[in-house]
């Protein structure tokens, strides 16, 4: 029978204090707040962190400092209107837009770092507006969440670090930096090893959830159905980049195998890992030993 092995280190009463940050006040209608989308998404994923940073040997202490930066990754995107942050990105990978701040750069060279969603709007505004995504001050928000994500994020934490000092939690400047790896890679290309592996945890794990998640497939991936095959290509995918590294998907692969993320993947898919999905994880697992 396998063993869950996804612990949540701080409290429950902590995480879900931490999960309300992601409410955000809308800014169409004084007075009312806008839920977190998918907040058990931030839950889920920083259970599977603390498990890969406990099996690559960091301390229990160390993993629970972690894991609440894994509770806030998401939280740039606070404020997050799925129909419009969908209909937007939808219509960009359609279209072969870069929707990441140094994708976006590579294909644009001349986009001063920062400044991504401007560069995105002044091209891309007039022909969003013509499919029939209006483009208002709303609408650019959502733009921001991804392509000026930095940005985003800092204001957020900025507003909410007196919060934050009031639960007495041991906020460090590396939880920030490795909250915006997926995003900006380059910015820990001078960090110490360990800042760069927990930022790796972080991001296969958010996104091997992302890629398991039913909600999020049906919100804003246009996607019919999660497998694990699709989620163990996109971590390859990042590994062959560079974004994380062999060792991380492997312990993903192995812990998955071993039955420790069962419970998580139940409930971003709606439904159990099969015997065969296992048995094909270990096959491969046993073909490159």
């Not at 507006?129 to 483009?135: F, K, P, Q, V």
């Not at 062999?246 to 420790?260: C, D, I, M, N, P």
């Not at 139940?266 to 994880?281: K, N, P, T, W």
């Amino acid at each position: 029978m396998p063993v869950e092995q996804a612990p949540l280190l701080v409290t429950q009463g902590l995480a879900r204090t931490l999960l309300k940050l992601y409410a955000y006040p809308d800014p169409r209608r004084p007075g009312r707040l806008i839920r977190g989308y998918d907040c058990p998404h931030a839950l889920r994923t920083a259970r599977m962190c603390a498990a890969l940073a406990l099996r690559l040997g960091y301390t229990p202490r160390h993993v629970r400092q972690f894991q609440i930066a894994c509770l806030l990754h998401d939280l740039g995107r606070a404020g997050l209107d799925w129909r419009l942050f969908g209909s937007i990105w939808s219509w960009a990978r359609r279209h072969g837009i870069p929707t990441r701040p140094a994708e976006w750069r590579a294909v644009y060279p001349r986009t001063p770092e920062g400044r991504e969603t401007e560069a995105f709007l002044a091209q891309f505004r007039h022909r969003l507006e013509t499919d029939g995504i209006a483009m208002d001050a709303w609408a650019c928000e959502q733009v921001e969440m991804r392509l000026g994500y930095a940005r985003r994020l800092t204001r957020r934490l900025r507003v909410l670090r007196p919060r934050l000092r009031k639960l007495r939690l041991d906020w460090s400047g590396w939880m920030e930096r490795i909250m915006l790896y997926y995003y900006y890679p380059d910015r820990l290309n001078d960090a110490p090893g360990w800042v760069r592996q927990l930022a790796e945890i972080l991001v296969a794990c958010e996104q091997f959830e992302a890629h398991s998640n039913r909600r999020r497939g049906r919100d804003y991936y246009a996607r019919a159905t999660e497998s694990l095959s699709e989620a163990f290509a996109y971590l390859s995918k990042l590994e062959q980049k560079g974004t994380v590294s062999r060792s991380v998907v492997t312990t993903v692969r192995e812990l998955v195998v071993e039955g420790a993320f069962d419970t998580v993947i139940h409930q971003a898919r709606g439904r159990s890992v099969s015997s065969r999905e296992r048995a094909v994880l270990r096959a491969g697992m046993e073909q490159e030993t």
